[in-house]
């Protein structure tokens, strides 16, 4: 049974630019959702994906759009970068949306900076 | 809206000493309470987890009680070790029908030999 995997680990870019962030889900996880993790705060949450369709949005703008592909992996795109958007993205994947009490297993994340 | 609130890090103590990381939260309706552990330069594990009232989650040592009278999911464990130095965060889900997770700002464990 694989994990979750993120790719890169590391990248750094500059503000304005655009990045393109990778998430190959746990198998057999049809739902995968993206968050970020800022130094010293808790995850927050992004968007979520069921089913290549996205099943829930948090407090991010418009410029944060993704992807889930029929295999379930996910990409998160982030445009016009800010130097506020330097954080931990963490993927995670579940089996379905279950009822809340759904436990969700975390890639080890990606760390972007924006300079 | 939710909320998750854990004590301010980091906690500091020797091993074999009593761990206590206190988490309160907001919610509407009965959500699920989570604790998640990061260690260093890792993503988060599920730690243990309860879905409703009085339940009791456990796992390697560690407890914690869903209480719903006091909106509390307090995090226990009798006697730390060095390897469990790490971030701790509490979580919910499930609060009135929504699965977006609300997590805490994480409590830092650092556990000296």
């Known amino acids: 049974e694989t994990g979750v995997t993120q790719s890169p680990t590391h990248l750094i870019k500059t503000r304005g630019q655009q990045v393109t962030l990778r998430c190959s889900s746990q198998?057999?996880?049809?739902?995968v959702s993206w968050y970020q993790q800022a130094l010293g705060q808790g995850p927050q949450f992004i968007f979520q994906?069921?089913?290549?369709?996205?099943?829930g949005r948090g407090n991010f703008p418009p410029r944060f759009s993704g992807l889930q592909f029929p295999n379930y992996s996910s990409e998160l795109n982030v445009n016009a970068l800010e130097l506020d958007d330097s954080a931990l993205y963490l993927c995670?994947?579940?089996?379905?949306?279950?009822?809340?009490?759904?436990?969700?297993?975390f890639g080890q994340g990606t760390r972007l900076t924006v300079v | 809206g939710d909320s998750v609130t854990q004590m301010e890090g980091p906690v500091t103590l020797s091993e074999e000493a009593f761990l206590t990381i206190n988490c309160t939260y907001t919610a509407t309706g009965y959500p699920s309470l989570f604790w998640y552990v990061q260690y260093p330069g890792e993503g988060l594990q599920l730690l243990l987890k309860?879905?409703?009232?009085?339940d009791k989650g456990s796992n390697k040592g560690f407890e914690a009680t869903y209480r719903k009278e006091t909106t509390s999911f307090h995090l226990e464990k009798g006697s730390v070790q060095v390897s469990d130095s790490a971030v701790y965060f509490c979580?919910?889900?499930?609060?009135?029908?929504?699965?977006?997770?609300?997590f805490g700002r994480g409590t830092s464990l650092i556990v000296h030999p």
């Open positions: 198998s057999g996880h049809n739902t």
């Open positions: 995670a994947s579940s089996l379905g949306l279950g009822t809340g009490g759904t436990e969700a297993f």
């Open positions: 979580a919910l889900s499930g609060s009135g029908g929504s699965y977006i997770p609300t």
């Open positions: 994906y069921y089913r290549e369709e996205e099943n």
């Open positions: 309860a879905t409703k009232a009085d």
